[in-house]
C-alpha cells in the first residue's frame, strides 16, 4: 500500500490489516504505551475544505507517531492564488514525509502523490472519504465483534461516504442496502463494482425498505461541502430520508446508528436517534484518529526507519 487514495484500492486482507493495527494503537493509547513509529518524519494536512475531526485527528495522531504536523490551509499557500498543483506538489515532495489533502477532486490527491513522490492520504474528496470509512469498520467491529451476517444500511445522498461506504462494507463481507433519491444515487462506478455482489447489494429509493433488518444504519448530511447552492432543492427531494424512530423501528432490534458529523438534527436525523446512538457516534468520531495512525503507519514507516 503506497497511498490511501479509495477504498476501491483496498483489499480485503488491507482493510483487516489496518482495523486490526488500529484497535492495537488504540489499546497502546488507553494504557500509557507510547508508540512513536514514524519518529522525525515530517507530515503535512492540506486543506481547501473545512475540517474538525480531521484536521484535529490527523494532527493528534501524526505527533502520538513520533512526527511533526504541518497544517497547511489553500487560503494560506500559494495554490489559494494559482500556483499550480504540480509545482507545488514537486516543492512538498522535498520538504516532507507524507502527505493527507482535503479537496474537491479526486484528480487532484491522485496528482498529490504523483508529482511529489510522496504517500499520499486523501482526507475528503466530493467522490470519497476513505479514513471516514475505515473508522467506521473499526466502529462496527467493536460493537458488533464480527462483520459475519451483518446488513449495513445507508440512508440518504449517494455522495463521498455513501461511494465509500457501499465499497468498504461489501469488501469486508457485510451484506448493504441504500436508499438514495432518485438522481442522487452513487457514482457510477460504484454501481459497477457493488453489482459483481450480486443480491448481497440492494439500491432503493424507499428508507422504509432498505432499513429492514439492518443492523448498522448510517446517514450523512444531504447537502455535503461545495454544494450550499443546492441547499434548498436538496432539502425538498430528501423529504422522508430522515432517521427517524418510527423508521428504524424496522430495523434489528439491536441496531446501531452512525453518523460520520458534522450531524444536522431533524434533517438527516432527528435529535431523538442521535442521542440514543451518541456512544456509538462518537466513539466513530474517537476511531478516527486509531485508524488514521494504523494507515500513516502502513505508509509510512517503511519509508525512513
Ligand atoms: N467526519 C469528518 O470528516 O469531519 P470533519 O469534516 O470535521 O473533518
Ligand atoms: N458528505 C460530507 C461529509 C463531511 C465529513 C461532505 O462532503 O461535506
Redesign the pocket.
Known amino acids: 500500500m503506497e497511498n490511501l487514495f479509495k477504498m476501491l484500492d483496498l483489499s480485503a486482507t488491507e482493510i483487516t490489516d489496518i482495523l486490526d493495527l488500529a484497535d492495537q494503537l488504540k489499546y497502546e493509547r488507553k494504557h500509557g504505551i507510547s508508540h512513536k513509529l514514524l519518529e522525525g518524519q515530517k507530515i503535512g494536512m492540506i486543506f481547501e475544505?473545512s475540517?474538525t475531526?480531521?484536521r484535529i485527528s490527523f494532527e493528534v495522531g501524526i505527533t502520538e507517531l513520533g512526527a511533526t504536523p504541518l497544517f497547511l490551509s489553500s487560503s494560506d499557500l500559494q495554490i489559494g492564488r494559482g500556483e499550480p498543483l504540480c509545482d507545488t506538489a514537486r516543492v512538498l515532495g522535498r520538504y516532507l514525509d507524507g502527505i493527507m489533502i482535503r479537496t474537491f477532486k479526486q484528480s487532484t490527491v491522485e496528482d498529490l502523490a504523483k508529482y511529489s513522490g510522496l504517500g499520499v492520504i486523501n482526507g475528503?474528496t466530493?467522490f470519497s472519504?476513505p479514513c471516514?470509512v475505515l473508522a467506521d469498520l473499526m466502529t462496527i467491529r467493536e460493537f458488533k465483534i464480527s462483520f459475519y451476517n451483518l446488513k449495513l444500511c445507508y440512508v440518504g445522498?449517494g455522495?463521498?461516504?455513501c461511494n465509500s461506504l457501499v465499497v468498504g462494507a461489501l469488501k469486508v463481507g457485510m451484506r448493504v442496502s441504500i436508499a438514495v433519491p432518485k438522481g442522487y444515487e452513487p457514482d457510477a462506478t460504484i454501481l459497477e463494482f457493488a453489482k459483481e455482489y450480486g443480491d448481497k447489494f440492494e439500491m432503493t429509493t424507499k428508507p422504509e425498505v432498505a432499513v429492514k433488518d439492518a443492523d448498522v444504519i448510517v446517514t450523512?448530511?444531504w447537502?455535503?461541502?461545495?454544494?450550499e447552492d443546492e441547499t434548498q432543492k436538496r432539502a425538498e427531494a430528501f423529504k422522508g430520508y430522515c432517521l427517524t424512530k418510527d423508521l428504524l423501528s424496522a430495523a434489528n432490534k439491536d441496531y446501531m446508528v452512525l453518523h460520520?458529523?458534522?450531524a444536522h438534527r431533524e434533517e438527516e436525523i432527528s435529535a431523538e436517534v442521535f442521542e440514543e446512538n451518541a456512544k456509538y457516534i462518537f466513539e466513530e468520531a474517537e476511531n478516527r484518529l486509531h485508524a488514521q495512525k494504523a494507515v500513516m503507519v502502513r505508509l509510512y514507516q517503511k519509508r525512513t526507519q
Open positions: 475544505k475540517s475531526r480531521t475528503l466530493d472519504h471516514q445522498d455522495n463521498n461516504m450523512d448530511v447537502t455535503s461541502m461545495g454544494q460520520c458529523l458534522p
